[in-house]
C-alpha cells in the first residue's frame, strides 16, 4: 500500500505546495480515505510536519481518515431538504444502522455522511447511496432503500 | 473519421469564427444550421440530464430511450443537454423531427418513454405530458401545444447567462461556436486593448454576482494598472451556499460560455494563467469543464499565441475540498495554494496582492458568463436594462415551499413578489406565504410588508437582506422560523474557519442558544428556564459583536438572519421560549401528545414505539400518554393508524 501512495505522490513531479490538495484528493479517491502512512509520506514530499498536512486535511470536509463503507449513504442536508424532513431521515438511519454521522457500521459495509447541499431542491428530500440518488425520500422509503442493499449482502 | 473532425474544425474556425471567407456556400451554410439544430436530418431527442436531471431519474429515461432507439432500429440522436432552469419538471426529455419545431415533454420516468416517443413517431402528442414547444420560425410548428417562449415561467425572464443552457449539446464546441459562440473573445483580441475592456465592462455597469457586488471593470483596471510580470485570473466556481446552484447549470449546460467570459477577462487583465475553483463534489459540472477545456485548446482558442495576436493563457481546474469559507476570496486562494482556507486581512487586496503574492482578480461564474455578450452587444445595451445601481439580470435558484422549483433569470428591478407569485407559481399546495430569504445562510427575510421591493444591490440591503449568491428560499406557514434560523446557525457554527473568536465561538453560543428554546425541558427547574430566556436577552448583544469584530463576510453577515428575524418574527421567538409552543408544529420537542380516547382502538401500537415507556394502557382499551415522562418524539404519532394521537 504505501508503494502506491509514493506513485501518486511521483506523479506530481514538483513539490510546489499548490499540489498539496491534488495529492491528498488523489489518494483519497483511490483508497476511500487518507491512512496515518499517507499523511506521513505526503509529508516527507512536501518537506512539512506531519502536524501541518494533518492541519490543512482535517480543515476540509472532503477528507476522512477512516475507510469508507461498501454502501457510502450521502445525506443532503441543505435547507430545502431540512424543511422537507431530512432530519427525521437522519435519525431514522441512524437508528436502523446504529451509526452516527460521519461513521462506518462495524462490519464496513454502510457508512452514513451528510452534506450541505447537493443542488437538487425541487426532489427534496435527497439521499443517495454510492452514486445512485434516491428523491423524495421518507421514513417508509428509507427502510425500503436500507433493507435491499442489505439483501445484497446475504 | 478524423479527416473528417478536422473538416469541422476548420470549417467552423475559419468560417464562422475567423469569418475570413469572402463568399459563404450553401454547403458551410447547411453545416452552421445543423449545428445550430434549425434543420435536422434525423429525429433528435435531448435528455435534461444536469444534476437535477440525474436525481430526478434521468439515467433510466436515458436507457430506456437508447433501448427504444435500438429495439426499433430508428436512425436518431440522442443528445445529452443541461438543465433548462424548471427543475420541478425534471428528467425532461425534447424530441424534434425533421422539418418540425423542438418539443419538449416534462417528467418523463423511463416507464413514459415507450408512450411518449411511440405517439409523436405517429405525429401524435401526449397532452398530459407536453410542456411546449421552442418557437422557431423557419420550422412548422405543433398545433395546440404552447410555446416555452410563452410559459409564465419564462415569459416574464430575460436570459442572457442562461440563454442556451439545457437547449444547446453541452460536449459540442461546434454548436457553441455555430450559436456565436467565441465571437466576442476573437472580437476582443484583435480589435481592443486591454484597457479598452476594462473600460467596456466599467461602463456596462456589471458589478460581482458572488456577492458582494463590487463593479468588476475596477477590480480589473486595478489588477491590470498594478505592475507585476504575471497576474492571475481565479473563476469561483465554490457554490457552497445551500440551495444555489445556478454557478452548476451554467457549467453542466453551457461551459463554452464560462472558458469564453474567463478568456477574455483574463486578456484584459494580462493574465496568463486561469484558475477555476470548483467544488469537487460537482463531478459532473468538472467533466464538462474538462471537456470543454480540452476542445478549446484543440481549437487553437485557448493556448499559446492564440490566433497569432499574441496573447497566451493557460486554464486550469483546481477542485475545492469542501470548505463553505473557501467562497471568500482570500480564503479561497489560501486553498489554492495549498493552506488552510482561512481568510487574510485586506487590504492588500488580492487585485493587488493576491494568488502567490501576485495581482488577482477572482470572479464569480455567473459574473463571467455576462462578460462575452457585453462584448458582443455593448456596454451601453447592458447598461440600459436593470435599475441606477444595479445592471443587467440575476439569476436565482427558488427553492423551498414554491410551486416551481428551478432557476430563475430576471431583469435587476424586477419585484420578489413577481418571482416568487407570477413566475415560480407562488407557493406549493396554495399554502401562505410567510416569508422568502434571499442570499443564503447569511441572507435576511423579507416578509409580506417587503415582498415588492425591487432586486438591487442596495434595495434589498435596506431591507436587511442581501444579494448574495442568489439562492431565494421560500416559506410558508408550516415552516418553523426559529427551526430555520437554528438550521442556519448550525451550518454557520460547522463553517466557521475558526480565525477569529467572536465568529467561532459566538455562533456557537448562539446555536446553543436556539437549542435551548427548542429543546423540551426535562423539568421547569430553574437553569433550563434561565438558559431560555438568554434566548431573548443575549441573542441581539451576541449578534452585534460578531458582526463588528470578524475578519471576513462569514462572520460579518451570519448574525444577519438572527437580527433579521428577531425583528419580523418576534412573536414567534416569545411563543417558542415563554409559551413552550411553535405555530408551525416543527420543533418536535415542544409538541405536546394526547391520546383521543374515542378512537383509541387499544392495539398497542404507539406503546411499543416509545422509546421511553410514556404510554402506558392494556390490550383493546384506549391508552394513555405521561406527560412528565414524554420526550415528544412523535413516533407514537407515525405510528397510530386510526388517527387517535393528537398534537396540541
Redesign the interface.
Known sequence: MSKNIDSIINKFTNS???????I??EIQNTFGYLSEDAIISVGKHFDLPTSKIY??AT?????VFKPKGKYHILLC????C??SGSKKNLTEIEKILKIKDGETTSDGIFSLQT??????????P?ISVNGK?Y?KVD?IEIKKIIKFYQSLEK | MQSNNKNKRELLINHVLLNTAKNIDSNIEESIKFYKREKVKEPTIYIGAGTCGLVAGAKDTIKAVENYIAERKIDAELILVGCLGICSYEPLLDVQLPGKTRISFKQITSEKVNTVLDAIFSNIIVDDYALGQFKNNELESWKNIPFIEDLDFFAMQERIVLKNCGKINRLSINEYIANDGYKSFIKTIRYYTSKEICNIIKKSGLRGRGGGGFPTGKKWEIAYNTPSEQRYLICNADESDPGAFMDRAIIEGNPHKLIEGIAIAAYSIGATKAYIYIRTEYSLAVKCLENAIEQAKEYGIIGHNIFESGFNLDIVISKGAGAFVCGEETALINSIEGKRGIPRQKPPYPAVSGLFGKPTVVNNVETLANVPDIIDKGANWYNSIGTKTSKGTKVFAVTGKIAITGLVEVPMGTSVNDIIFKISGGIRHNNKFKAVQIGGPTGGFITKEDIDIPIDYEALKEVGAIMGSGGMFVMDDETCIVDVVKFFMNFVKNESCGKCIPCREGTKQMYQIFENITKKPSNESQHSSLERFKGITELESLAKVIIETSLCGLGQTAPNVVLNTLKYFREEYEEHIFDRKCRAGVCTELQTFFIDVDKCTGCTMCAKKCPVDAIIGSNNNPHFIIQDKCIGCGNCFDACKFGAVIIK
Do not use: K
Not at chain 1, 510546489?16 to 491534488?22: C, E, S
Not at chain 1, 442536508?77 to 430545502?80: I, L
Open positions: 510546489n505546495r499548490d499540489n498539496l490538495i491534488p491528498l484528493q492541519g490543512i480543515f476540509y470536509d472532503q477528507f442536508n441543505g435547507t430545502s431540512h424543511t452534506v450541505d447541499c447537493i443542488g437538487a431542491c425541487a426532489l427534496a435527497v440518488f428523491s421514513l
